[in-house]
C-alpha cells in the first residue's frame, strides 16, 4: 500500500492505534501490553514524545498505589498475565512513580509460584496443567530477564535460558526443524500424543512467540554468559527452518507445512513475528545479512496484502488470527481444521504490535 503519513510507518502504526485506544479501553492482558510497549519502543528509537503520556494514561487507571493491578489475580498462575508488565519498566524510569516498580514485583511474585513440569519449565496456566505452550514463552521471558538484571539475579536470568533451551529441545520437529505449538507432559489432553506429548500441528504465531522470546531474552543477556552461545545457536537453527515456510507473497500459512489445505491463509502475526526474527537476528550480529531479504519480503507483504489505510488517515491490518489455543471448554483439539475456523480479527493488537516491533526493526535497518 502507499504510506499516507510522513512519519516511519510503526510510529504512524502506534499514532492510528492511540487514535481508537484510549484511557478505560485497557484491560490488563498481554496483547493490550504488547502494542503499548510497541509504541513505546518505535516512540522512544524516534524520538517522538507523544506516546508515553498516552501509555502512561493507559496503565495509570489500573495500577494502585501500592502496585495492586486491576483484574489481575496471582492465582490464576496465567503466564499470559505477564507480558502486559513489560510497559512497566520504561513507566517507572520515567516517572520515578514507585507503584510501576511494585506492579512488577507483584508479577514476580507470580513466577517464583508458578506450578511447572518436570522438566523445569512453568505450566501456562494453573487451568493447563503440565503443558508447556510456545506462547508461554514470550509471555513471561522477556518480563523475566530485564526483572532479574534490574535485581542482579543471575540465577533468575540462568532460569530463563533454561527455560527456553529445555522448550526448544522438547518441542522441535527434527524434519522440519519447527517447534510444535504445546507439549502435555502428562499426556492427559486428547491433543497430545501419546508418545510424544507433542501437539499435531505447527501454528506460526506459536512460534513467532518463541523467536521474539529469544531475541529479546537476549537484551538482558550478558555478552559473556556461558548459555547465551546455546540461545543464538537456536535462532540461528530456526532462521532457516521458518525461511523454507515463507511463500512468494513474503508472509507464512496460519499452519505453515501445509499451504494447499482448504482453509488455510496467510496469516499477519506469525508473519510480522518472523520479520522482526530476521531484521533482528541480523541487527543484533547473530544472522547472516542475507535474512535481510526474507524481513524485507515479509514486510512489503504484509504491506501489499493486509495493511490499509483509511480516509482519515488511520492505519488498519487485517488477516490477524484472533486466538488459537488447546484444550479448554469448548475442547480445541489442535487439528487442521481447529486452525482454519478460529476466527481472523481486523486490528487484533497480537498482530498489530509485532506488526510495529517487526516495522522498528526494519527502519532501524536503513
Not at 499470559?80 to 507503584?99: C, H, M, T, V, W
Not at 543464538?232 to 489445505?261: K, T
Not at 481444521?337 to 535497518?365: C, H, N, T
Request: aromatic residues 14%.
Amino acid at each position: 500500500m502507499r504510506q499516507t503519513s510522513h512519519l516511519p510507518l510503526s510510529l504512524a502504526i502506534a499514532k492510528s492505534v492511540e487514535s481508537y485506544y484510549q484511557p478505560g479501553m485497557m484491560l490488563w492482558h498481554y496483547e493490550h501490553g504488547l502494542v503499548l510497549y510497541a509504541s513505546l519502543k518505535s516512540a522512544s528509537y524516534h524520538k517522538d514524545d507523544s506516546i508515553y503520556p498516552w501509555v502512561y494514561s493507559m496503565y495509570d487507571r489500573l495500577i494502585g498505589q501500592d502496585g495492586t493491578i486491576a483484574t489481575y489475580r496471582e492465582g490464576e498462575f496465567n503466564l499470559d498475565q505477564i507480558n502486559a508488565g513489560r510497559a512497566l519498566f520504561p513507566l517507572y524510569d520515567k516517572s520515578g512513580e514507585e507503584r510501576f516498580s511494585k506492579a512488577a514485583d507483584c508479577l514476580r511474585s507470580q513466577l517464583v509460584h508458578q506450578p511447572r513440569t518436570r522438566s523445569g519449565v512453568y505450566w501456562h496456566k494453573e487451568i493447563y496443567p503440565w503443558q508447556i505452550w510456545l506462547d508461554g514463552l514470550y509471555m513471561q521471558g522477556p518480563f523475566n530477564a530485564e526483572y532479574a538484571m534490574r535485581h542482579d539475579d543471575a540465577q533468575e536470568l540462568d532460569d530463563v535460558l533454561n527455560q527456553l533451551i529445555i522448550t526448544y529441545n522438547t518441542l522441535r520437529d527434527e524434519k522440519t526443524g519447527l517447534l510444535y505449538h504445546a507439549y502435555d507432559e502428562s499426556r492427559g489432553q486428547r491433543w497430545s500424543d501419546i508418545s510424544t506429548g507433542l501437539s499435531p500441528h505447527f501454528w506460526s504465531r506459536s512460534i513467532g512467540w518463541y523467536c521474539m522470546a529469544l531475541l529479546d531474552v537476549l537484551d538482558y543477556t550478558p555478552a559473556d554468559h556461558p548459555r547465551r552461545g546455546e540461545i543464538e545457536d537456536i535462532i540461528r537453527a530456526l532462521a532457516p527452518s521458518v525461511a523454507a515456510f515463507q511463500r512468494e507473497s513474503g508472509l507464512w500459512y496460519q499452519v505453515p507445512d501445509y499451504p494447499d489445505a482448504v482453509g488455510n491463509y496467510l496469516e499477519t502475526s506469525g508473519s510480522s513475528m518472523f520479520a522482526y526474527l530476521y531484521f533482528k537476528g541480523v541487527r543484533t550480529g547473530i544472522l547472516d545479512r542475507k535474512y535481510l531479504d526474507n524481513g524485507r519480503k515479509a514486510i512489503d507483504g504484509i504491506k501489499r496484502v493486509y495493511l490499509t489505510c483509511d480516509e482519515n488517515g488511520i492505519y488498519h491490518l487485517d488477516g490477524i488470527c484472533s486466538v488459537a489455543g488447546l484444550g479448554g471448554n469448548p475442547y480445541r483439539d489442535g487439528s487442521l481444521k481447529y486452525y482454519f475456523l478460529e476466527p481472523q480479527k481486523r486490528d487484533d493488537f497480537k498482530g498489530v504490535g509485532p506488526f510495529i516491533l517487526a516495522l522498528l526493526e526494519s527502519e532501524m535497518a536503513q
